[in-house]
């Protein structure tokens, strides 16, 4: 395993029992080698898979309130049924005229069939979509690109004393070779991060961080397995019809739920709004006064990465009296700060630490999460809020658990010392097909579900980024169109001010 290559963070005796227990949790199979092209042909193809809804429990009609299932049936390229699991699929039931929408779940028989359940939320049409992201062979070569080439992003620094200059790769990952190494581990969190050494120049004299680019090797016939449009974030279709409608619900009449899954969707859309169904209640903040209003006294403090900066960027124009102050700060990097005098509220913005794939940041703008809530005082008119995945997604999950396990410790300590202190994280989304070698859905599932065991049990509240694209009819993006981030911004107002809205 060239992972060895990477650099970990020690770990307590409890942490790693922990890692021990998360790397299990997500553990997924391997599929045999591939080899073209027989091996090929017995693969996943969405085109000759289906999907049917079963008819109503006892035969009559669904109601809101009751669940629908759906049987998936995947099948090869010769059209032949698979006889195994662990393919990647997403779900939605969704009404475009009444903008609503729900993300579905899906469960695995290990038998090339799969289940589908999806909440009956509102009345109406509800048309069922099931999407291949990946066959199973496909998530087999994504585990071994991230074992084998967690370099495949890469990082550059330049180096700088008077008019000589030396610019050198730097990583968590790096490959040894005869040229010294410059160690950047963060002195409080020990966060690692390694460049190698200019030829001519001191580990001092390191300037900023830039982003490289990424290297990948795919094997031919592996390439074969990542054709969009062909099996990757491809539709399936139905044997039959593939919506049903829904009818109000009777006094009285029983809730109908599935035996197959445990829990149900965070939450849903209906006309174009998010409603929250895991307690919290979502207001509606569609004037700049109503916003004022909420963060009046308050000091909001947004860490992380571009999804992060897209709430940043969406509160300056929803809030007219907020004027940023021009920190000379590089665009799209930060960090940022805005303050509106008259009702004392104060935004910032700042980038997580490396790894990072932004443009140029200055090594001294260069900051972990844990360090920054360990500078806050916190309490009740503090807000935090972070959100830490994308820039994590080609490396070994152990890489990104040990820096959620540091941040958690920060955590902690905040709300240790200011109880009042609200922090909100934001986890992943599903994205386009363009960028899977280094940012696949597959990874940020994988992600997702490490945070929200990570943060389990703390006083911290999530916003389910994941499901609120998922069930959105808008396309699936990196960066969420606006839409989805006003539904975002709504739910974090609503976890700030309960009681508020207009």
């Not at 006094?251 to 709004?273: D, R």
């Not at 169904?277 to 004022?292: C, D, E, K, M, R």
């Not at 630490?353 to 008119?381: H, K, M, W």
């Not at 010392?417 to 386009?432: E, F, Q, Y």
Request: aromatic share 10%; hydrophobic share 35%.
């Amino acid at each position: 395993m060239n992972r060895s290559f990477c650099n970990f963070q020690p770990l307590s005796r409890e942490e790693a029992l922990e890692e021990r227990f998360l790397l299990d949790s997500i553990a997924w199979p391997e599929t045999p080698p591939l080899t073209a092209p027989a091996s090929l042909e017995q693969t996943s193809d969405p085109a000759h898979s289906t999907f049917t809804i079963l008819p109503a429990r006892g035969g009559g009609q669904w109601h809101v309130g009751d669940q629908l299932e759906v049987i998936i049936q995947m099948s090869d390229f010769q059209g032949r049924p698979k006889k195994f699991g662990w393919d990647f699929l997403l779900t939605k039931l969704h009404n475009r005229k009444l903008d609503a929408g729900v993300a579905g779940q899906v469960v695995d028989h290990l038998n090339g069939s799969y289940s589908a359940v999806f909440s009956l939320l509102w009345e109406g049409d509800a048309l069922v979509e099931v999407t291949l992201v990946h066959p199973c062979e496909a998530i087999t070569v994504l585990n071994r690109l991230n074992s084998e080439q967690p370099d495949r992003m890469y990082f550059n620094s330049l180096f700088r004393s008077g008019s000589l200059s030396e610019t050198t790769v730097c990583n968590v990952c790096l490959r040894p070779t005869q040229q010294p190494l410059c160690n950047y581990a963060d002195v409080r969190t020990g966060e690692p991060w390694f460049c190698y050494k200019p030829k001519k120049l001191s580990c001092d004299a390191r300037v900023d961080h830039v982003r490289g680019g990424y290297r990948l090797n795919l094997k031919a016939q592996e390439e074969k397995l990542f054709r969009g449009g062909v099996n990757m974030k491809v539709s399936i279709r139905a044997t039959g019809p593939a919506s049903v409608t829904v009818l109000q619900k009777t006094e009285g009449q029983p809730k109908v739920q599935s035996s197959i899954v445990t829990s149900g969707p965070s939450g849903y859309y209906y006309q174009g709004v998010w409603r929250a169904l895991n307690g919290t209640t979502v207001h509606q903040f569609n004037t700049p006064y109503a916003i004022s209003q909420c963060l009046k006294g308050k000091e909001v403090h947004l860490y992380g990465d571009s999804t992060i900066r897209q709430w940043y960027e969406f509160l300056i124009p929803a809030l007219p009296d907020l004027k940023e102050f021009d920190l000379h700060s590089l665009k799209n990097v930060g960090p940022f700060m805005a303050l509106d005098y008259a009702n004392n509220i104060l935004l910032t913005f700042r980038c997580h630490g490396p790894p990072l794939f932004f443009d140029r940041v200055s090594t001294s703008e260069l900051r972990y999460i844990a360090n920054e809530l360990d500078g806050l005082i916190g309490g009740t008119n503090t807000v935090v809020v972070f959100g830490i995945w994308a820039h994590f997604c080609t490396y070994p999950m152990e890489i990104y658990i040990r820096r959620l396990q540091s941040i958690r410790r920060a955590v902690v300590r905040l709300l240790d010392r200011a109880t009042g202190t609200l922090v909100v994280i934001r986890i992943g989304n599903p994205k386009d097909s363009s960028s899977f070698q280094t940012n696949s859905d597959w990874f940020s599932l994988q992600g997702n579900t490490v945070l929200r065991a990570v943060f389990k049990g703390l006083n911290v509240h999530l916003i389910d980024a994941w499901e609120m694209v998922l069930a959105h009819h808008l396309p699936h993006n990196l960066h969420p169109q606006r839409p989805i981030i006003k539904n975002m911004i709504d739910v974090l107002l609503s976890n700030i001010c309960p009681q508020k809205g207009g």
